[in-house]
Structure formats: structure tokens, C-alpha cells
């Protein structure tokens, strides 16, 4: 063995020229020189060392930082509750289901451990041993091929620190392991890791995994599942079965093999579980269902509700209590179903739009949304955001801005009500000139007259201008905003015939307005928010204090029966049925890409949209009445269960009398027409019938006999 | 029934028929044959109308005398009742022929005997005689009673004009039953022919008044002066010659055209284009209103015709009026659609052709549609339509009506109209109907009865004049009509036998409200 000892032999037989006590001052000289440069270069070392872990804070550890950890929230999910207090969704920032410790099944730790940390029940946060390894394989090697971080390091990594890769943190992350070590027992810390890590598709911890992917809670899980998920926990997104399932089995196979290697199963066991077939779930969304739009709608609600502080509302473990009616839900819901097939047949008659995904030209998809509300206190009772949630989450009842066609028309008629006109006044029906805007109707509809109540419940466009230019665009657009409508409408007379863009809740504030007796209550989709614990932290002002009067009474019963002849003698005769106890309105944009059906009851306000996202035309005589109609008669008809019939509430001061639908004289065989009191027709016979009667088609015909 | 023996006894005492019938006595060319004057026979006849066929003619000459100048006048005398058979025997032979099977000879006061008679009794005096005689009686003597003449069956206008008759007799303090003989003609040829056989027959009345509808009043004016009965039609009178006993006692579009040329002039208006109605109702209207507008200096810029069941038609004729689609305005249109375009995309709007649109290129004052109301209306939205932003409209009495003004259009501010009835206000108390909004409008059910009670209470003013006159002989009542200038308010006739019935004029005015106004214009 060779001697490296500077005051060896060898080294002094260098000095035998030199005087003895020469040679051996020189060598103590040169011993305390290097000692001393030895010590300066350890002192300088430890002291830059120090420096240098003080600066990182490892000497100083914040043990609030610990107890973050150990107080760790995993229950912050907010809930959503029908009416009747049972969950219908939930929103969160982070989706958790808390498992304790107690509940993991042991052959999911097995898995995990076998997997993630061989070592967990022996080290003390930091497996040296793994660590050395880890660095010889690496030497061998040339790559990192195998992790050292133990699950407390992974734990505080992913709790703690930022994911960077740097030595400082690195060092950190095992100044914090050791520590969190001595306070917090390996069960404990095994439970935060656990419950904390995301392990893909939106689920954080083993038992929102579980859910996820499996749908089952972590207790009943089996062995082949558990080593899936534990298998996550390296790389959710790179082992995730919904989207690599390939890599997913792969990687459930290491870790059963890891568990081999660690006896925790035989290798009998090992065969059978690497030849389990998995059926996990695909990737599906957090609420799923018809009321998922609902829950959507909710969580974009909560910020804009006055007096609501709460801002991390999905962090928080909400309890929020909705206006929601699941079976008036699962009744709108069935009531587009059941014409599903109907909606796809008239995809056939759809425009091409542009393909963005694939290039080129590609046919519209039908969607359907449906909102119910109750007119009296503004509850929604039914959100159908669109044909299948899966498919597409865009909630049209709340963010699609649409073109609202004819359905708009009951406010125009409502303001000329309001301004003294009267159902039976007479118009002329000819193409109209406002400011060199020229719309025009097929030319069989000209050279007619109609009363007003004719025009309005056979939705006829050139009267409906007439009225508008008369009464005023700006007391028509007036009254639209105090009825309801929030999206902007244009100043144009268009607007008149429903050119400008409404989303279906503008129109059920409309449509609830007429319901309610003139009365505009605010929508309103949630009744009260408490926390987790059960405190309230909202609740909706009084009924008194959500509504307006907007019409009187009469008027708005008056309109009330307009929109029955719209059932009995209009664009909804197919439900003419209904006008017993049920009143609306069609409309149909231009090209039929909007096609509506707006109707309510005493108890209920339903307004249905059929149409395409991308504004496509659609073909074959498309209407409100035609696509819009079906779904809202199927869903009034079935509604009588929940909400019985009954009629409308007839204020005082209005008359009915029989008039001539056309010539708008009193007539007993005529149409049944609603006044205010002593405002209804007096006479008897009109000069245009005069003349249509007249045997010689002439008006006083004395000079043509 | 009389027999041919029957009847040689009353020639045998009319014997000197022969002296009564000089060659004067017959003066029948254009006008109706000049008769003897038996005021004797006549003043009998209407005091013992019972027994006509013994009453001798009163001789003028006395038989002495006519047997001294025997040879000439015998001649002359068949020669003229030869006239009188063609003229007048004939054609009441032929009426009698038509008569109706209620109407029977012993009902008819001897008239009937005019069958048995024929050219050949001319050759003798006495049968002579006894045929002018009977004649004269058939044409001279009258009952005092007006035959009306409607078709009742069928139409519902000829009740409010009989009401108006028995209104106005009532009016005159005479008995409506004993004065009016009405018979429903059933709008057919027959049926006139039987009602008027029956009221010459059977109830020798003074005067008839009928023909409301052209067919009637074609037959009443050929047979008029046949019978020599003043007739008084209830329609248009025809572009033709007056013919005597023949009086229109209806408005007549001549002179309501000629009320509009007159109130062009009145505001102004030198230039007019005319929207035709191609149903031709209205011709008679814009024709005369052409013929007046020329006296009156004012220019016809367009006459364009439309079909009133067709929307394109008449937007293709207000088109034409106002030169939209005019070929020298091609340039013109597709500048402005260029313009159009370059603007959309400067301001990145979506470019609407159906915006671009030539602004009316206005050459006349006021635009004339002689159709009714309803039209009216229909044009007054198609001008505005095409970017017209006034135009007086004018029309006639097919405007007149609550439709016209309610709901209100603007567009119609400054229009006028022009009717034969004035205020309803004005009607006489008998046939007042009831105007709630305005004097000048009528409830859509009173307006036919307001302008036939008119109509039948001036034409029945004259007949009832004439049928008070019992002195004076039937053949000679065309002459006690006066004849007087026109725009005269009481009931007259002119030149033309065309009743004088000045037109009124309105004009339709709006004040803001959902309802406008028709005032009447002052004269």
C-alpha cells in the first residue's frame, strides 16, 4: 500500500543534503502551510456551504409550510342541489374525492410503494440508499433511468415547491422531506400524497382517480386497478388509459411486476393480474347529463351575483341551492330526445358551413336548447343547453346570441296595444319603404288586408313594419329592455322583426312578462348559498324585491290572447289543442337558421331554439312552427303532470267580442278578439267586406249595373 | 173578352173619326206623332175612367163639313192613321203581345181592344175613327199613378229606393198606395216587358221610373216615346242622342269628372297621370275627365292601365308613372349600384342590392285612380314604397268611406275625391241616415241606402209633378219639363234630359291621429 503520509519516509530522505534541523523546520513549515490552506479551503467550503443552504432557507424552515401540508382541504368542491335539495353537480378547481388512510386498500399501497418508494416504511424522508443507486445507474448508464425521490420528496415537490429541476430545489426538496418527516407519521403523509396528486382527467388523488377512470370509489377497486392508477402517478398524462391505453397496460404491467419483485404478490398473482382485461372509463366530463349545462350556467352565474363576495368559488366547498326542477329537466330533456331523430332527417336540409378541423366544406350539426322558468318567480326550472352535453358543452340557452325572427313581435304589438291601437284595426298589406330599407314578403301576401290580431297571430312581416314605423322604434326598443332583453339591440327596424340578436333568456324574461300579467320578474337560478358547514353566504332577495311591472295587466292579457290565436288560428295550429291553457309565439330567421317556439302557461314559460352554431340555412320550409313547435307541445303536454292547466288570470276592464278576422268589423261568425273596455269595435260591417261581398266587386256599385 | 162585333159598335158610334184626323193632326217624325186633342175624351176619361169605351171622341169638325171635303181628307185621314198604326198601334199590339198572364183584357178598361185592330180598319172612316180613338185614349189619358219599375228580386238596393218613392210621396202628403205601382221587373227582359204592358194596360200611369239596370233601361227608353210616357231611367244616360219622354234622373260620371278636372285646377295641379283600372269601370270616368281636363288645360302625362287582383301589376303601372324602370335610367340605376357597393365595403357592411333602388323620377302634380278605397290605399303603400313621399292622389265616389282615412296613412294627406252625394247630413229627413263620426261618412251598411234613396227620391220628384197634372194629356208631359243649365241644386234636366246633379268635392286631411278626416270642399 502506498504511502501518501507527506511525512512518510520517502519524503524526508529528500532533505538528507540539507542540515537535520533545516530539513525538518522546512517540513513542519510546509505541513502547516498546507494544513492551514487545507482548513482556509474546508472552513471556505463549509462556510460557503452554509451561506449557501441558509440562503436557500434550509436551516429556517417556515413549519407553517407543514402544517399547510397536514391541514391539507381536500373536501372544496362546491355542490349544486335541485329544488329538491338533491346534488346535481359540482364544480371545483381541483376535483377531489378524500380518501383517509384507513380506507386505501392495502393492494393499492402495496402497488403504490412497489412502485413509487420500495423504502417509504424505512427511510425518513430521503432513501440515500436509492439515491446512491439511482446515481450508479446513472454512471452506468449515461441517463437517468430510475427515480431517487421518495414520497415525502414528491409529496413537498408537488405541495410545497415548484416542479423546476435545480439543485437548489432538489436540496429543498430533501431539507423539507427530512423535516416533514419528523413531524408528520409515514400514514399521515402516505394519506396527503394520496389524495393530493393529480393523476389525469381532472382528478386529483386515488379516489378521484378511481372515479375517473373506473367509477368506483378506491376501496373497490381491484388489485389489476389499483396498480393502474398507482402506475399514474409517474406521468398521468403520459399513462393516461382514456387517451394511451396501450402505455397505460404497459405501465400497470411494471408496476405488477414491481410488486413481484417486492413479494407483495405471488407470481401467480402477478400472471393473473398482468391478464386482466381493464374497463375503464373514457374521458367524460365532471357533470354529465342534461343538467351539466345547468351547472355550467351556475358556476358562470355565481361571480355577477350581487352582494356575493366568495371569489374562489370553486375552492370554497359551496353549497349552492338551485331553482332547478330535475323532472321538468329530465322532461325538457325527453322532449328533444324524442325528436331526435327528426333533428338529424333535418340535417339533410342543412347548409355547408366551413370545415375547420378537416379543410373544406362540411354540413351543420341540428343542435335543440330548451329553457323553462317559472314567470311568477323567475325560477329556472329547466336549462337544455343543446342535444348532448358530450358532444357540445356550449350552453345555448345562456351564451348564444341568436336571431330571435317573429318572436320578438310581441313586444312591437304589445307597444302598439299600448298606444291605443287595437286588435281589429285594419291594415294594408304592402311592401314597406323605411329609409330605403325594402324588406319584402312573397307578392301573394300584398294587395290583402288583415286586422292586427291576424297579421300578429299569422306572423305576417309587412304589418308588422307598418305597426313598428307608426309606433315608434325607440319606444319599441324601450320597452324590449324593460321586458327583459339584456343583449343590445340595434337601432334599426329590422330590430322590429327580430334581426337583432337575443340569447333564449332575454326571451323567456319577454315571454315570462306576458305570463305573469305584465309583471317582469329577474331570472333567477339560485335560492340560497351556504358553505360546506352549512352557513349561508347568499340568498335571493324577496319576490318583491325581483320584480317590475312593465305592462299593465290588460295589455299583457291582451297580448296574452293574441298568442293563443298564434295556437288556435296562427303559425301553432299544429297545437291549437293547447290554447286552453297555453299561449306563444313562433319565429324563423332569415333562411330558417333560427328557428323558435316561445309559449308559456300560467306556470310556465318554455322557450325552444332548433337551428346550427354556425348560422347555416336551412332548407324545405323550415319554421318555428315546423321544427320549434313539436318540442315545446311534447314538453307543455307532459308538463300538466307537474304543473297542472289552468287558465290564464283575466284582469278587470277587458271585453271580448266576435270580429271579422280581414275587415275587423263585429261579426258573429268572427274570430274571438280581446278589447279594453269600451274600445272594441262598434260596427257591424266594414266597406271592404261591403265590397268583397258586392256582385259587382265595386264599392257603391251605383254605376254599374 | 170584346168581340169584333163589339167593336164595329163603337166605331159605328165614333163615326166621325174621319173629321177628327186632319192631315195636321199628325206632325210624328222625329218627335212623337201629334194626336187630336179629345180634352172631352180626355176629361171623361179621367172622370169616368170606368166606362172609356162608351165616351164618343168630341168631333173637331163637324160631319157636314166632313162629308164636303170627303174625298181629300178621307185619303189624307187613312194615310195618317196608317202612320198612327206603324207608329203607335203596332208597337202597343207588340207590348201587348208581351204582357204577363195576371194582365187580362176586362182588366185593362177597353185598352186591350188595340190587338183586334188592324191596317186595313185605316181604309174606313168609321174603324178608323174608333182606331185613333182608342188611341188617344191609350195615350193620352192617364191615371195619376207612377209606375216603378226594379228589379227587387235579387238586389237589395231597389227596397231602399222604393222607400225613398213612398217617402217622398208621404213627404207631398199623398197616399204612397195610391200613387206607386212598383213591379219587380226579376232583372229579366220579360218581366219589363209584362211590368210595363201592365202599367200602360192596366194602370195607365202618368209617368215610370226605372232602369237601373242597363238592360231595363234599354228597353223603358226604346218604348218610352212608343207609349209616350215619361220615363225616367235610374242610370247612366247612354252617348247618344236625348230621345223625348227619356230622362236620366241619375249622377252621372260626366259631370263628376268634370268636378275633379275643375278641382285639379283649384289646387293647382296642370299635369295628372292617370292609374286605369283594366276592369274598364271607370272608363266612362277617365274619359270624360280627359275631354275635361283638356277644356280645362291640364296635362295627361300617363294613363297607365293595372289589374286590380294582381300586386305586380299595379307596382308595374305606379313603376311606369314614376319612370323606375324607364330604359334611359339604365345608366342612372347602375351608377348608384356601384356606388352602393364601393360604400358597403368602405364601411365593411355586407352590401344588400335589394337597398339600391332609382329614386322616382315625379313629372306630374297628382295621380288620378278612379277605383275604389281599398286600391287606394294598396297605391298610396306602393308609392311609398318606391320612395314617393307625396303625391296627391284624386278619385271619385268609390273613395268615400271610413277605409279611406282609418287606420291613417299620410300618404293620403292632401288627397281629394269628388261624389254625387254631399253631407249625409243633407239628405232629406225621410231618407237621413245615421253618420256617428263625421257628416260626411256613413256606417259601411247605410252607404248603399243613403246613395239609392238619393238617386230615388230626385228622379220620382218630376214623375210625382207630372201625375198631379191630371188635366193635362200623357203624350203631352214631355213638354212640361223644363229644360235648365247645369250645377242648378233643385231637380232639372237639361238640354240632354240628363238630370242636373252638381258633384261635390272632398278632401281627405290627417292630424296626427290614428284616424284622418274628409272635409268637404267649399263650392
Known amino acids: 500500500m502506498t504511502d501518501k503520509n507527506p511525512f512518510n519516509s520517502n519524503h524526508a530522505s529528500m532533505l538528507v543534503a540539507d542540515p537535520p534541523q533545516l530539513e525538518y523546520s522546512l517540513w513542519r513549515r510546509a505541513l502547516r502551510v498546507t494544513l492551514a490552506v487545507m482548513g482556509c479551503v474546508i472552513i471556505g467550503t463549509g462556510l460557503a456551504t452554509y451561506s449557501w443552504l441558509n440562503s436557500l432557507g434550509v436551516f429556517k424552515l417556515d413549519h407553517r409550510q407543514i402544517d399547510t401540508l397536514t391541514n391539507f382541504n381536500y373536501q372544496n368542491n362546491s355542490l349544486v342541489f335541485d329544488r329538491n335539495g ?19 386498500p392495502k393492494h393499492f399501497i402495496d402497488a403504490l410503494i412497489a412502485i413509487e418508494d420500495r423504502s417509504f416504511y424505512e427511510h425518513h424522508g430521503v432513501d440515500f440508499k436509492g439515491i446512491a443507486r439511482a446515481l450508479l445507474i446513472r454512471f452506468k448508464s449515461g441517463r437517468a433511468r430510475q427515480g431517487a425521490s421518495t414520497l415525502t420528496q414528491q409529496l413537498i415537490r408537488n405541495t410545497i415547491l415548484t416542479p423546476e429541476k435545480s439543485l437548489n430545489r432538489k436540496v429543498l426538496e430533501i431539507a423539507w422531506a427530512l423535516e416533514a418527516e419528523r413531524y408528520i407519521p409515514k400514514d399521515k403523509i402516505l394519506e396527503i400524497y394520496t389524495n393530493s396528486i393529480f393523476l389525469g382527467n381532472g382528478a386529483y388523488g386515488v379516489g378521484a382517480a378511481a372515479q375517473r377512470y373506473f367509477g368506483k370509489s378506491i376501496e373497490d377497486t381491484t388489485p389489476e386497478e389499483s396498480a393502474l392508477i398507482a402506475g399514474l402517478f409517474q406521468s398521468p398524462s403520459r399513462f393516461n388509459p382514456a387517451k394511451y391505453p396501450e402505455r397505460a397496460k404497459t ?5 405488477i411486476n414491481a410488486m413481484r419483485k417486492t413479494g407483495v404478490i405471488t407470481p401467480a398473482q402477478a400472471t393473473a393480474m398482468r391478464a386482466a382485461p381493464l374497463h375503464y372509463h373514457p374521458y367524460k366530463f365532471m357533470n354529465e347529463g342534461s343538467t351539466a349545462w345547468f351547472v355550467d350556467y351556475i358556476q358562470e352565474t355565481l361571480p355577477k351575483l350581487p352582494g356575493f363576495e366568495i371569489k374562489n368559488t370553486k375552492q370554497t366547498g359551496l353549497r349552492i341551492y338551485t331553482t332547478l326542477d330535475n323532472s321538468l329537466q329530465a322532461l325538457a330533456q325527453r322532449s328533444i330526445s324524442v325528436y331526435d331523430s327528426r333533428l338529424n332527417d333535418l340535417r339533410t336540409r342543412v347548409g355547408m358551413v366551413p370545415d375547420s378541423i378537416n379543410g373544406g366544406n362540411k354540413k351543420a350539426t341540428i343542435e335543440a336548447s330548451m329553457l323553462v322558468t317559472d314567470p311568477r318567480t323567475g325560477d329556472i326550472l329547466a336549462m337544455i343547453g343543446g342535444r348532448d352535453y358530450a358532444k357540445s358543452q356550449f350552453n345555448r340557452t345562456e351564451n348564444a ?3 330571435p325572427g317573429s318572436a320578438f313581435k310581441p313586444v312591437v304589438y304589445a307597444q302598439a296595444l299600448m298606444q291605443g291601437y287595437k286588435w281589429s284595426d285594419v291594415i294594408y298589406v304592402s311592401p314597406v319603404n323605411i329609409d330605403n330599407y325594402r324588406p319584402r314578403n312573397m307578392e301573394d301576401d300584398y294587395l290583402t288586408e288583415t286586422t292586427m290580431m291576424r297579421a300578429f297571430y299569422k306572423s305576417m312581416n309587412a304589418p308588422t313594419m307598418e305597426i313598428a314605423t307608426k309606433v315608434g322604434l325607440q319606444s319599441i326598443t324601450g320597452l324590449a329592455r324593460k321586458m327583459g332583453i339584456q343583449s343590445s339591440i340595434k337601432d334599426e327596424f329590422g330590430s322590429a322583426l327580430g334581426s337583432s340578436d337575443v340569447t333564449m333568456t332575454d326571451l323567456a324574461r319577454v315571454y315570462g312578462t306576458f305570463a305573469a300579467g305584465g309583471i317582469l320578474t329577474e331570472l333567477s337560478p339560485i335560492s340560497k348559498i351556504t358553505t360546506a358547514d352549512g352557513t349561508v353566504v347568499w340568498q335571493r332577495k324577496t319576490i318583491d324585491q325581483r320584480q317590475t311591472r312593465v305592462l299593465n295587466s290588460q295589455i299583457s292579457y291582451l297580448m296574452t290572447q293574441g298568442m293563443r290565436a298564434v ?15 297555453a299561449a306563444g309565439k313562433t319565429g324563423t330567421s332569415n333562411n330558417s337558421s333560427d ?8 306556470d310556465l314559460v318554455s322557450v325552444v331554439w332548433v337551428g346550427t352554431d354556425e348560422h347555416a340555412p336551412i332548407y324545405g320550409n323550415a319554421t318555428g312552427g315546423s321544427v320549434a313547435l313539436p318540442i315545446w307541445d311534447q314538453f307543455i303536454r307532459g308538463s300538466k303532470s307537474y304543473r297542472p292547466a289552468r287558465e290564464f288570470y283575466r284582469p278587470d276592464g277587458i271585453v271580448e267580442a266576435t270580429v271579422h278576422p280581414v275587415y275587423g268589423h263585429r261579426t258573429p261568425s268572427g274570430a274571438r278578439m280581446y278589447f279594453l273596455s269600451n274600445d272594441q269595435p262598434k260596427e257591424t260591417e266594414s266597406a271592404l267586406e261591403t265590397m268583397e261581398n258586392s256582385s259587382t266587386g265595386g264599392y257603391r256599385h251605383v254605376f254599374r249595373h | 173578352m170584346f168581340s169584333v162585333t163589339k167593336i164595329k159598335v163603337i166605331i159605328l158610334t165614333q163615326a166621325l173619326l174621319s ?3 186632319g192631315a195636321g193632326a199628325l206632325e210624328a217624325t222625329t218627335t212623337p206623332a201629334k194626336l187630336p186633342e179629345p180634352a172631352k175624351v180626355a176629361t171623361v176619361a179621367q172622370k169616368q175612367p170606368e166606362e172609356p169605351a162608351k165616351t164618343p171622341l168630341a168631333p173637331q169638325k163637324t160631319p157636314a163639313h166632313a162629308e164636303n171635303t170627303k174625298p181629300s181628307n178621307d185619303a189624307a185621314a187613312e194615310q195618317t192613321c196608317s202612320k198612327l198604326f206603324q207608329k203607335f198601334t203596332l208597337p202597343l199590339q207588340d207590348l201587348w203581345k208581351r204582357r204577363g198572364p195576371d194582365l187580362r183584357p176586362e182588366n185593362t178598361d177597353g185598352y186591350a181592344l188595340i190587338e183586334e185592330i188592324t191596317s186595313e180598319q185605316c181604309k174606313d172612316a168609321e174603324t178608323r175613327k174608333a182606331h185613333i180613338e182608342l188611341l188617344a185614349r191609350i195615350l193620352n189619358s192617364h191615371s195619376g199613378k207612377i209606375g216603378v219599375i226594379l228589379p227587387i228580386t235579387g238586389n237589395t238596393y231597389s227596397k231602399h229606393m222604393i222607400a225613398a218613392f213612398e217617402a217622398y210621396v208621404r213627404s207631398s202628403n199623398l197616399d204612397p198606395k195610391k200613387i206607386l205601382v212598383v213591379i219587380d221587373s226579376q232583372s229579366k227582359d220579360e218581366h219589363v216587358y209584362q211590368a210595363l204592358a201592365s202599367l200602360i194596360f192596366e194602370h195607365r200611369v202618368t209617368a215610370i221610373v226605372g232602369g237601373t239596370e242597363a238592360s231595363e233601361a234599354t228597353i223603358l227608353r226604346a218604348w218610352a216615346a212608343k207609349v209616350m210616357v215619361p220615363t225616367f231611367l235610374m242610370s247612366e ?23 275633379a278636372a275643375d278641382a285639379n285646377v283649384r289646387f293647382g295641379h296642370k299635369r295628372v297621370s292617370i292609374l286605369s283600372p283594366s276592369d274598364q269601370h271607370s272608363d266612362q270616368f277617365i274619359f270624360a275627365f280627359e275631354e275635361a281636363a283638356k277644356i280645362n288645360g291640364i296635362t ?15 307596382e308595374s303601372a305606379a313603376r311606369k308613372i314614376f319612370h323606375l324602370d324607364a330604359s334611359e335610367r339604365r345608366d342612372e340605376l347602375k351608377k348608384l349600384y356601384e356606388s352602393a357597393k364601393k360604400q358597403a365595403a368602405k364601411s365593411g357592411e355586407r352590401f344588400n342590392p335589394k337597398m339600391v333602388a332609382l329614386q322616382p323620377d315625379i313629372q306630374q302634380d297628382a295621380v288620378l285612380i278612379p277605383d275604389n278605397f281599398k286600391m287606394v290605399r294598396h297605391f298610396a303603400k306602393i308609392f311609398g314604397y318606391l320612395g314617393v313621399r307625396r303625391m296627391p292622389l284624386f278619385g271619385h265616389y268609390e273613395w268615400r268611406s271610413q277605409g279611406l282615412i282609418s287606420p291613417w296613412d299620410s300618404f293620403m294627406n292632401g288627397s281629394y275625391f269628388v261624389d254625387f252625394q254631399g253631407a249625409y247630413t243633407s239628405l232629406p229627413d225621410p231618407i237621413k241616415i245615421s253618420t256617428p263620426d263625421s257628416p260626411y261618412l256613413a256606417a259601411a251598411d247605410k252607404i248603399e241606402q243613403a246613395d239609392f234613396s238619393l238617386i230615388a227620391w230626385r228622379a220620382i220628384e218630376w214623375p210625382l209633378k207630372l201625375s198631379q197634372k191630371k188635366s193635362d194629356m200623357r203624350r203631352k208631359m214631355d213638354k212640361l219639363i223644363p229644360k235648365k243649365p247645369e250645377n242648378r241644386t233643385d231637380v232639372s234636366f237639361d238640354a240632354n234630359n240628363t238630370i242636373n246633379w252638381a258633384p261635390s268635392v272632398f278632401t281627405v286631411t290627417g292630424n296626427g291621429s290614428n284616424t284622418g278626416h274628409i272635409n268637404l270642399l267649399g263650392q
Open chain 1, 595 to 602: 328557428n323558435w317556439f316561445c309559449g308559456y302557461t300560467a
Open chain 2, 300 to 314: 295627361i302625362t300617363d294613363k297607365v292601365p293595372y289589374d286590380s287582383r294582381r300586386f305586380d301589376s299595379m
Open chain 2, 19 to 21: 173629321t177628327c184626323l
Open chain 1, 567 to 581: 295556437l288556435t288560428s296562427g303559425t301553432g295550429f299544429k297545437s291549437s289543442d293547447l290554447a286552453a291553457y
Open chain 1, 401 to 403: 346570441l341568436r336571431s
Open chain 2, 237 to 259: 244616360p247612354p252617348a247618344t242622342a236625348p230621345i223625348a219622354f227619356v230622362y236620366y234622373a241619375h249622377p252621372t260620371e260626366k259631370s263628376l269628372a268634370k268636378a
Open chain 1, 251 to 255: 405501465r400497470q404491467i411494471q408496476v
Open chain 1, 86 to 104: 338533491a346534488k346535481i353537480g359540482e364544480f371545483f378547481e381541483r376535483y377531489h374525492v378524500f380518501v383517509p388512510h384507513t380506507k386505501l
